[in-house]
Nanobody, 114 residues
Framework: QVQLVESGGGLVQPGGSLRLSCASS????????VGWYRQGPEKQRELVAS???????KYADSVKGRFTISRDNARNTVFLQMNSLKPEDTAVYYC????????WGQGTQVTVSS
């Protein structure tokens, strides 16, 4: 049974930083492409960053240069370092395989506001 647990969200001022973590049981991250997705208020879920099994990374244009995705194989954890946060980054952030499985974790809320 796959479990995905996202953490690290919170309330931050514009220009601030957060580091999100994603841990899983039942999904071995180093063997697959893992993505961070987000769903803002009244918006569709979108892929913002991904990391392949080989370590190649991709980013949505809206976060390029500000977000960094990384993976710790020993801990089977994927991270999303988010810098220079903007109000439009406000969303619930999720991790999943890319392309995603039908199962989603509970996500972690990121709110960027002064």
């Amino acid at each position: 049974q796959v479990q995905l647990v996202e953490s690290g969200g919170g309330l931050v001022q514009p220009g601030g930083s957060l580091r999100l973590s994603c841990a899983s049981s039942g999904m071995i991250f180093r063997f697959i492409t893992v993505g961070w997705y987000r769903q803002g208020p009244e918006k569709q879920r979108e892929l913002v960053a991904s990391i392949s099994s080989a370590g190649s990374t991709k980013y949505a244009d809206s976060v390029k240069g500000r977000f960094t995705i990384s993976r710790d194989n020993a801990r089977n954890t994927v991270f999303l370092q988010m810098n220079s946060l903007k109000p439009e980054d406000t969303a619930v952030y999720y991790c999943n395989r890319e392309p995603p499985f039908s199962y989603w974790g509970q996500g972690t809320q990121v709110t960027v506001s002064s």
